[in-house]
Nanobody, 123 residues
Framework: VQLVESGGGLVHTGGSLRLSCATP????????IGWFRQAPGKKREGVSC????????YYMESVKGRFTISRDNAKNTMYLHMMSLKPEDTAVYYC?????????????????RGQGTQVTVSA
């Protein structure tokens, strides 16, 4: 399964970005999805995760109210809408999908991952 990420870039503090992650030709409507990030010298973080078995997604505390995870099964694409961006949001962001995940916000459990897209928020 190939995951193609896009949408990263450089924005000023307070700006917005929408990350996309497509799985061309591969329907993922019955898969758990997640967005992760890693900044240089920091641990990898589970930003937002949405289990196929849950009604609502999980968000890490620092992004609640600012980030929104969504999916468009008809387009085989998932998104991460990011608003009110802060310099501490700067990182490489990764998407991931998998049909069998016990811990949705643990990237190591995902077999299918995107290549990563850089998000840089300037002060």
């Amino acid at each position: 399964v190939q995951l193609v990420e896009s949408g990263g870039g450089l924005v000023h503090t307070g700006g917005s970005l929408r990350l996309s992650c497509a799985t061309p030709g591969f329907p993922f409507d019955d898969y758990t999805i997640g967005w992760f990030r890693q900044a240089p010298g920091k641990k990898r973080e589970g930003v937002s995760c949405f289990s196929k078995d849950d009604a609502t997604p999980y968000y890490m505390e620092s992004v609640k109210g600012r980030f929104t995870i969504s999916r468009d099964n008809a387009k085989n694409t998932m998104y991460l809408h990011m608003m009110s961006l802060k310099p501490e949001d700067t990182a490489v962001y990764y998407c991931a999908v998998d049909p069998w995940v016990v811990n949705p916000c643990w990237l190591d459990e995902y077999d299918y991952r995107g290549q990563g897209t850089q998000v840089t928020v300037s002060a």
